[in-house]
Structure formats: C-alpha cells, structure tokens
C-alpha cells in the first residue's frame, strides 16, 4: 500500500500546480478588467471635477494632482503591459500640470480634455 501513495503524491501535486496556474489567470483577467472600469472613470471624474474648480486653482490643482496617483495605483495594478503604460503615461502627464492661477487653470482644462481623449482610446484599445 505505501506504493500507491507516492503514485498519487505527484499527481496531487501536478493537480495543484494546474489548479494554481488556473487561478492565476483569473486573478490577472479580474485585474485586467478591474483596471479597464477603474482608469476612464478616474479621467471622466476629473474632467468634471475641474470644469467647476477653473476659479480655484488651488482646488483643481489638488483634484489633478489626486488624479494622477490614483491612476499610478491602478498602473501598479494593471495586469496587461498596453493599459500599464498608458496609465503611467497618463499619470506623468496630470502630474506635470500645475494650476497657480486662473490662466493656468484654463490651460489645464484644455490640456486635461485633449490627453484625456487620447487616453481613454488607448485603454479602449488595450481593454478589448
């Protein structure tokens, strides 16, 4: 008897490995599809944030600014290497603009709106 146990412990072991590697996969697919909610809606929130806070610039630079490290949170977490990258990028650029007065506010607002499109398209393309 002790000779059909160490035939069956590779299989339990291969069953396990198999099991596993499945398990991965789906972690990476809900990651994936996690990121692919998450990322438009922190872009789409900030458009409409800003467009009310263009007479605080104080305000809008801080909504840019928590913005930019939500995306890095959701790049950190981002399974698939497109929507990592346009996530970084993305985060890179609302962390570059800064809002010190009403003339910067209206800048960024228009510099939001134009990357922000390019985004979502990229993370359209890397979600699908």
């Given at each position: 008897m002790p000779r059909l146990k160490s035939r069956f412990l590779p299989l339990a072991l291969f069953a396990a490995c198999v099991l596993a590697a499945g398990c991965?996969?789906?972690?990476?697919?809900?990651?994936?599809?996690?990121?692919?909610?998450?990322?438009?809606?922190?872009?789409?929130?900030?458009?409409?944030?800003?467009?009310?806070?263009?007479?605080?610039?104080?305000?809008?630079?801080?909504a840019i600014d928590d913005a930019a490290n939500k995306l890095n949170d959701v790049a950190d977490q981002a399974a698939n290497t497109t929507l990592k990258e346009a996530t970084d990028s993305m985060a890179k650029t609302l962390t570059?603009?800064?809002?010190?007065d009403a003339n910067d506010?209206?800048?960024?607002?228009?510099?939001?709106?134009?990357?922000?499109?390019?985004?979502?398209?990229?993370?359209?393309?890397a979600c699908s």
């Open positions: 991965s996969e789906v972690n990476n697919t809900i990651d994936k599809a996690q990121a692919c909610l998450e990322a438009p809606k922190i872009i789409t929130d900030l458009g409409a944030e800003i467009s009310k806070l263009t007479d605080d610039p104080q305000a809008m630079d801080k570059s603009i800064t809002v010190q506010a209206v800048d960024a607002l228009q510099k939001v709106t134009s990357e922000s499109a390019a985004y979502v398209e990229k993370v359209a393309q």
